[in-house]
């Protein structure tokens, strides 16, 4: 766990304004900042930074927080990445708490740095090789041909491997890498019968630097560039200490701001797949390096989105490893469609002949691949009980996770036409299946990545004590008249009662301000609290709520644990019945009626 006084030393030196500066345009207006949103589309600006108060919110999608949440959500990082990351830029040391951290974060295991200290060095020199002119330019040509400029070259790191059998280990054992180092990073191979001597992987091969998801170099992907040459047209790195194909996907790194921008990403087959389509302003695209998707690559893409688009040759894997597909995107809550380009076509190819708006146009219309399974299921005619069960079954993470799709409706339509069940029973097993599911993906999740995914969604809060916070917070001096007992220990929701603790003990209406950024900074706030705090902090005219509305949510409370007396007094009363204890009885009949006649008052 990070120290608080470390997350204060960077909120002292870093400027809210300059941050957030650099991801969207932001504009003078009263005390504060406005701009158009990075996290949903817009044309009028909705988004708001208030300086003073260290808060953003955006009004169109309810986004709020500090600068660290800020990071978060437009980096698709972790609480404790987006730290570093700011804590790098501020200059401060990220201290952490020992106590704390066995078991508050899963074990994130340290890469050697030496080897990517290598792997950076080595990427640095392919990409000056292919900046050269002269004995290289063909790899430049090539990259030309292909519609690849600077800006793309530049992003990607892209290279070329130069010529001989040793040059870059030559080259690197002068810089003072040692020979084993140089193979353990997978940039030499050893010769069988000599362990100290080897020669290059990559030789004259356009280089794909592949980065983790701190922007490591990890890997590389190379791809042949002289087609006399009987080598395979592309390798990769070996698995070893850095590289894993099974849990990389290429331009995730590079593509995470576009992947949660687009809040979709489309997954291509091969490095110039991405990279063409980057050129073309399709910058949401990954590729897995010559392996089928796994579990692992779908968990790192739904720390960022939950929408994904397949671009696979259809014929590579078949009918059957489409199923394969189908089942992982299910298992793993992702939504999937299907894209099949016209001829045949790479991505990156159609790209560069149709454009990117032709290439957007088919990712939209794409069908889904829940849709298509429907389809296929529903023509092998009707289905007897237990098939219909065994695919409600296959399906219940469809459901959950289509909650918040624009065409969830025709989607359970579908599902309850093939499978013959009712809507209402949908909502049951989804809602079912939620609980259940939270602490299931938990345990999947946590042994297999190598990274901590980034904070999961806040729990569901209970609606009635989310909305009497979000009227009070708008009501300091109303609020601080009420009496304690309305709703102090009627509350469901034990953040939510510490917070409301905290604000009724400011005493002023300065010192309630200062409670709400205090929640705004705290590094644990549950999402939705704090961007109820950051939109009352950013608001210059906040609409404010009633106090007759404030009264009637708080009677709610009040009533709602009233009645929950009432239940376990009615139940207490049904004992003694039982028991044959008259007196008993009538006094609980009595302390009943009592709390009933308050209740209707
Ligand atoms: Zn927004």
Redesign the pocket.
Known sequence: MITESTLNDIRTRTDIVETISEYVQLKKSGQGFVGL?P??G?KTP??HVNPVRQAFH?F????GGNIFTFICGIEGLSFPEAVKRLAKKAGVEVVEDKHYSRSAQPAVPKLDTRLTDAMEWAAKYFNYLLNQKGEYSFAAKYLESRGITKKTIEKFKLGVSPKGWTTLQDLMLRRGYSFEELVRAGLVIPKENSPTQGYDRFRQRLMFPISNAEGQIIGFGARLLTPEDKQPKYINSPEGPLFSKRKQLYGLYENQRGIRVQGEAVIVEGYMDVVGLYECNIVNAVATMGTALTEEHCFQLKGMTQRVVTVFDPDAGGIEAWHRSVHLFLSTGLFAKDLSLPDNKDPDEFVLSEGAEAFQKLCDKAPRQVTKLLKEIASRGPLSEQESAKILSDLTPVLVASKRLPDRAILWDDIALVTKVSQNALKELSEGAMAAGRAKTQRIEEPKIQKPLPKKPAQRLDALDFEFFQTIIYLPSEFMRLPKETWSGALREETIQTWLEKLYNSGTVTAFETVLEELVQTAEADTKLLEAASARLVATEPSVPSVDEMNFLAGRINARKKEKEIRALSAQVKLTQRLGDQEEQMKLLEKLRELRSSIKV
């Open positions: 949103c996290f949903h817009e909705s988004f955006c169109g999608c309810q986004k």
